[in-house]
């Protein structure tokens, strides 16, 4: 089974399409979450910990999702059976982080200035490495049905 690469700018989704894959019985690992980024600088994966976790389910044979969106994880690109880059219009983004409540980021004025100039810089940049793309404007039974595809999984609508 496949190994997928979940990327994309701040509000576009990752972390709720982890959450209800997880949910759905996927392996899901969030890599904003937890020790899997080296924040002392530019944000980086700690590639001892990502090349370990792609090795144990290249090994195991299960699907496993993993998000993030760091400098240097096209590192790893070749170890992804999918990479896919989840996308919405920057109006929509800006709505989504200024409503969520499990992520402070976004709040301020300079956060959300932040998020317009990454999307202008950083997104096409993901947009040119990415093997799929998905708009996340559309309702999130279809993204996930997507994403189950990708890892060759059946439909999730009937247990989301």
């Given at each position: 089974?496949?190994?997928?690469?979940?990327?994309?700018?701040?509000?576009?989704?990752?972390?709720?399409?982890?959450?209800?894959?997880?949910?759905?019985?996927?392996?899901?690992?969030?890599?904003?979450?937890?020790?899997?980024?080296?924040?002392?600088?530019?944000?980086?994966?700690?590639?001892?910990?990502?090349?370990?976790?792609?090795?144990?389910?290249?090994?195991?044979?299960?699907?496993?999702?993993?998000?993030?969106?760091?400098?240097?994880?096209?590192?790893?690109?070749?170890?992804?059976?999918?990479?896919?880059?989840?996308?919405?219009?920057?109006?929509?983004?800006?709505?989504?982080?200024?409503?969520?409540?499990?992520?402070?980021?976004?709040?301020?004025?300079?956060?959300?200035?932040?998020?317009?100039?990454?999307?202008?810089?950083?997104?096409?940049?993901?947009?040119?490495?990415?093997?799929?793309?998905?708009?996340?404007?559309?309702?999130?039974?279809?993204?996930?049905?997507?994403?189950?595809?990708l890892a060759g999984a059946p439909d999730l609508r009937s247990s989301t």
């Open positions: 089974m496949a190994v997928v690469l979940v990327t994309g700018m701040s509000g576009t989704g990752k972390s709720t399409v982890l959450t209800l894959l997880a949910h759905n019985g996927y392996r899901t690992v969030d890599t904003d979450q937890g020790d899997w980024i080296d924040r002392t600088g530019e944000p980086m994966w700690r590639e001892d910990r990502i090349d370990e976790l792609i090795a144990q389910h290249e090994r195991s044979g299960e699907p496993l999702f993993i998000a993030g969106t760091v400098a240097n994880q096209g590192a790893f690109y070749a170890r992804f059976a999918e990479i896919v880059l989840l996308s919405a219009p920057i109006d929509i983004v800006l709505e989504r982080v200024a409503s969520r409540t499990g992520n402070p980021f976004g709040k301020t004025a300079e956060e959300r200035n932040r998020i317009i100039a990454d999307t202008r810089e950083i997104e096409p940049l993901l947009r040119e490495s990415a093997t799929v793309e998905i708009d996340t404007r559309q309702p999130l039974d279809a993204v996930l049905d997507q994403l189950a595809a």
